[in-house]
């Protein structure tokens, strides 16, 4: 189940649950869509992956008991502002290859 992270890990931006500007890699690393597009060009610096949107938990209970009141978001903090040259040189490396071939 995905942890829900509260906030972006580069500008430490706020992302609540219901957050459409919240986006996530493979390994659930959390950024906000503006540092995805500006700063990191679409590559996680954490492990060189892409990014998507992260999903929205639904905050009523339509069925099943699959909601945030019974599946709340974290509230664990991950902030490292990302080293520019050292995410630069990731880029670099990666010769323009999209996310799926990685």
Same mark, same amino acid.
């Given at each position: 189940m995905l942890e829900l992270r509260?906030? /972006?890990?580069? /500008?430490?931006?706020l992302l609540p649950p219901n957050?459409?500007?919240a986006r996530i890699c493979s390994y659930e690393c959390t950024f906000c869509a503006d540092c995805v597009a500006q700063v990191l060009l679409n590559? /996680?610096?954490n492990c060189g992956g892409g990014f998507v949107a992260r999903p929205i938990r639904p905050s009523h209970n339509w069925k099943g008991d699959?909601?945030?009141g019974k599946d709340g978001a974290g509230t664990r903090r991950v902030f490292k502002p990302v080293?520019?040259?050292a995410h630069a040189a990731l880029v670099?490396?990666?010769n323009?290859?999209?996310p799926q071939d990685r």
């Open positions: 509260p906030s /972006c890990e580069h /500008c430490d931006k957050s459409s500007e590559v /996680c610096p699959n909601f945030l080293d520019a040259s670099a490396s990666l323009g290859l999209e």
